[in-house]
C-alpha cells in the first residue's frame, strides 16, 4: 500500500527525519510511536501530503504520491488531524463532507454519495446522531463522527493523527476497536500513538522514530522481546499472562 523510500522530512527545508524507508500494509496498522519532537506528526502529514518530501519518494499502491492530483489522492487516502474547529454542523453534514473529492461542479450529491454517508455512519456507529449538532457530542463522540466522515471518503487507506488524544479510556478503546475492524476489512491503517501498550497492542506493525532517524520497524513482539522500546522512552514494558502490555518505571 504505502511504500517509503528514503524519506526525509521536515519543515523549511530542514530535516526533522532522514532516511526512512518502510511500508506500511493493506489489512495492518501501522503505528508511529516517539519521543516528543521525534517527527512522528511530520512523518504522518508528509504521508497524506500535507507537507512536501524534502528527500526520498513515497509511493502509494506502486505510484508516487506526488503524481496524484489533489482529489484524487483524496479519494485513496482519507487524513485525520489532531487539532480541528468544532463547527456548527450535523453529524450527518459533517460526514458528507467526505464525499467532497467526487462533487462535481454543482456540489449536488448523488444517490451513490448519499449511501456511502449512510454506510460510513452505520460502520462507526454514529447514526443514531445523525440530526444532532457535532458541538453537542462528547469528546469521543466527535472522534467517531470524523472517522466516519473519512470512511465516508473512500480510499484504501486512513491515516490518523493521535485519535485517541483527549478521549477517555473507554472511549480510547472503542476507537482502537474501530480502527481494528476497519484494517480488517482491508484498509491500510497509518496511525500516531502516545501510549506505548495501546501500540503494541493493537499494530501489526510499528515505527519507532527518535534521533533524526527510523530506529525499528518490527512487529509489537519482537520490539518487546528486544527491548527497544525500553531503552527509547527508558521505561520497562511488561506483558501480562493475558497478553495485554503495560509500563512500569
Known amino acids: ?22 511500508a506500511a500494509q493493506s489489512g495492518q496498522i501501522t503505528t508511529l510511536v516517539g519521543t516528543n519532537g521525534c517527527g512522528k506528526t511530520t512523518l504522518l502529514k508528509t504521508i497524506a501530503r500535507q507537507l512536501p518530501l524534502l528527500e526520498g519518494d513515497i509511493e502509494l499502491n506502486g505510484r508516487s504520491i506526488r503524481a496524484y492530483d489533489r482529489k484524487e489522492y483524496a479519494r485513496a487516502a482519507a487524513f485525520m488531524p489532531q487539532v480541528r474547529n ?18 462535481g461542479l454543482s456540489r449536488q450529491m448523488t444517490a451513490k454519495d448519499r449511501e456511502a454517508v449512510r454506510q460510513a455512519m452505520e460502520a462507526t456507529g454514529v447514526q443514531q ?31 490518523l493523527d493521535e ?22 476489512q482491508g484498509k491500510a491503517v497509518i496511525v500516531v500513538l502516545h501510549d ?23 512487529t509489537p513482539q519482537h520490539l518487546f522481546e528486544q527491548k527497544i522500546l525500553d531503552s527509547v522512552f527508558n521505561v520497562t514494558l511488561c506483558r501480562a499472562p493475558e497478553g495485554t502490555y503495560y509500563l512500569k518505571r
Open 1 to 22: 500500500m504505502f511504500e517509503l523510500r528514503q524519506v526525509s522530512v521536515g519543515y523549511d527545508g530542514s530535516p526533522i527525519l532522514r532516511n526512512v524507508a518502510f
Open 86 to 103: 468544532i463547527p456548527e454542523i450535523t453529524v450527518r453534514g459533517l460526514v458528507s463532507h467526505g464525499r467532497f473529492p467526487y462533487l
Open 129 to 159: 446522531w445523525a440530526d444532532r449538532d457535532l458541538r453537542e457530542l462528547s469528546g469521543g463522540e466527535r472522534q467517531r463522527v470524523y472517522l466516519a466522515m473519512a470512511l465516508a471518503q473512500g480510499g484504501d487507506a486512513i491515516l
Open 163 to 184: 485519535p485517541t488524544t483527549y478521549l477517555d479510556v473507554s472511549a480510547q478503546f472503542e476507537l482502537l476497536e474501530l480502527l481494528r475492524t476497519l484494517a480488517a
Open 196 to 218: 506505548l501498550a495501546q501500540a503494541l497492542q493493537y499494530s501489526d506493525r510499528v515505527a519507532v522514530l527518535g534521533d533524526g532517524r527510523l530506529i525499528a520497524f518490527d
